[in-house]
């Protein structure tokens, strides 16, 4: 969905926030992509480097291991997070294909939605507790293991974000169903 479809209808103070939060992913989305471009250069130079000191041994590369391994992670719980913004995660849609748009197509999406997000909680919770408890250091970079741990839960936060703008989505257009445009309750029916 567009920023500009998002704000279509609102005035004031919802238009006000809804730029702003607009504003704010377009921030993530582009730390994200900038994270994910610069560890994938900085895997290249290193991984490069490893197979150029073989042929010419003009020095040591003993820290490129702990560097790919840093920078790996971060590649994939950020990458992760970033096609988890966009739904271009990997997934299986042939059932919700099948039921397209319809009442029972939207309720599997929106149970989905639901179980992803637990998911994703539970993820970023241990995920957490995980850099939290990380006392070590690395070998050779004595840096601590918390740096390689940390992609974990702040990609969980992201996608646990993103996952809560999907299901209001998905509310929405579930109201939509009902033919209310707005998902405001017709005149004398109770909200539900």
């Known amino acids: 969905m567009v920023a500009s479809d998002l704000h279509a209808g609102l005035t004031g103070d919802a238009a006000m ?19 994910c471009i610069l560890c994938l250069v900085g895997l ?45 995660h990997f997934r299986i849609e042939a059932l919700s294909e099948a039921l397209g748009s319809s009442r029972p197509g939207l309720i599997l999406t929106i149970v989905v939605e ?17 850099t939290l408890r990380a006392s070590a250091t690395s ?29 209001a989505r998905h509310a929405r257009h579930f109201r939509q169903l009902d033919g209310h445009p707005d998902g405001a309750a017709r005149d004398g029916e109770p909200r539900s």
Do not use: C, K
């Open 44 to 88: 290249f130079a290193v991984l490069l480097g490893m197979v150029l000191i073989r042929f010419v041994p003009i020095a040591r590369l003993s820290w490129s291991s702990e560097v790919i391994e840093l920078l790996f992670a971060w590649l994939v719980f950020s990458g992760a997070a970033a096609l988890w913004r966009t739904g271009e």
């Open 17 to 35: 926030v809804m730029r702003f939060l607009s504003a704010i992913d377009r921030v993530i989305a582009a730390a994200l992509r900038w994270i």
């Open 139 to 167: 070998p050779i970079l004595a840096l601590p293991r918390t740096f390689w741990y940390l992609p974990m839960p702040m990609a969980g936060v992201i996608m646990a974000v993103y996952s809560v703008r999907n299901l």
């Open 114 to 130: 639901i179980l992803a997000l637990g998911f994703i909680v539970l993820f970023a919770h241990y995920g957490l507790q995980l």
